[in-house]
């Protein structure tokens, strides 16, 4: 961990805080929407949202985890294994063809996105037929896959045991491309504190924006990081990471003639 005068609100452990403290005073990096669900996302979530769905116990506020809570992947999976961490999933494609492809790896991925978290759960039914398209025939269910919907700095602070990630991924996060906003943007130096502490020394922290300026500041964070080493050296780009499958949302930007910004880091 980076030496401070002072910690931030967001960085003070769970001991430190003042009876009646708001626990992360700090601005969020993404926005409830409107939560209407399709039929075929209202059905998975009525009858399989309990076989994926963590049900993580709050503090203050819906999204908060309590600090007196650590997720137990162990009796969660039944069995200890590799683990890969995916922040802000979207609509579940990147996590659920991970978690098919890769048996021998337990997936979890984090979304506030209600539809996204159901949408998840819909293409996780029909893994066994495409992983990346929700629209086949039903497959098998995988027992490698969980979701969680809850604030991502919450869970990196706390909620999570350190050194207990393999990979960590954030793809396409919100770019807040307004300068007043820029301050609710996901990536850090304080979150890439937090990412250091739960992912193992030799483990990777995975990055792609589709916002060129939003991927120098990526950049800049990671490189400065003393926790973390650039796998393409200092300022080095990575190539597209083959585990990230084509999304429409991609694509869309792709279309729009904005280039994607990937990065790879190590934790030493």
Request: glycine letters at 8%; hydrophobic letters at 35%.
């Amino acid at each position: 961990m980076h030496e401070t005068p002072s910690r931030p609100d967001d960085l003070r452990p769970p001991t430190e805080r003042r009876p009646g403290e708001n626990f992360f005073r700090r601005p969020l990096s993404y926005v409830r929407r409107t939560e209407r669900l399709t039929v075929g996302q209202q059905r998975a979530w009525d009858t399989r949202r309990h076989r994926y769905l963590i049900d993580v116990p709050r503090e203050h506020r819906e999204l908060s985890v309590d600090p007196g809570w650590t997720f137990d992947a162990v009796a969660e999976f039944g069995r200890d294994a590799p683990r890969v961490l995916e922040i802000g999933a979207g609509l579940g494609e990147c996590i659920v063809h991970a978690a098919a492809t890769h048996p021998e790896r337990d997936h979890v991925a984090v979304e506030v996105y209600t539809p996204g978290v159901a949408q998840a759960i819909v293409r996780a039914g029909h893994a066994g037929a495409d992983p990346a398209d929700a629209g086949g025939a039903p497959g098998q269910e995988l027992d490698n896959l969980r979701l969680m919907q809850v604030d991502a700095a919450e869970l990196l602070h706390h909620g999570l045991p350190e050194a207990s990630l393999e990979e960590l991924w954030i793809f396409f996060p919100d770019p807040w491309p307004k300068q007043r906003h820029h301050k609710r943007r996901l990536v850090t130096p304080e979150l890439a504190r937090l990412v250091a502490r739960v992912l193992r020394p030799g483990g990777t922290w995975r990055l792609a924006t589709d916002w060129a300026q939003y991927g120098e500041v990526m950049l800049k964070v990671g490189d400065a990081a003393e926790e973390f080493r650039n796998v393409h050296g200092p300022g080095g780009r990575a190539p597209r990471f083959e585990g990230r499958v084509m999304t429409s949302f991609e694509r869309k930007g792709l279309a729009a003639g904005r280039d994607v910004t990937d990065l790879e880091f190590v934790r030493v």
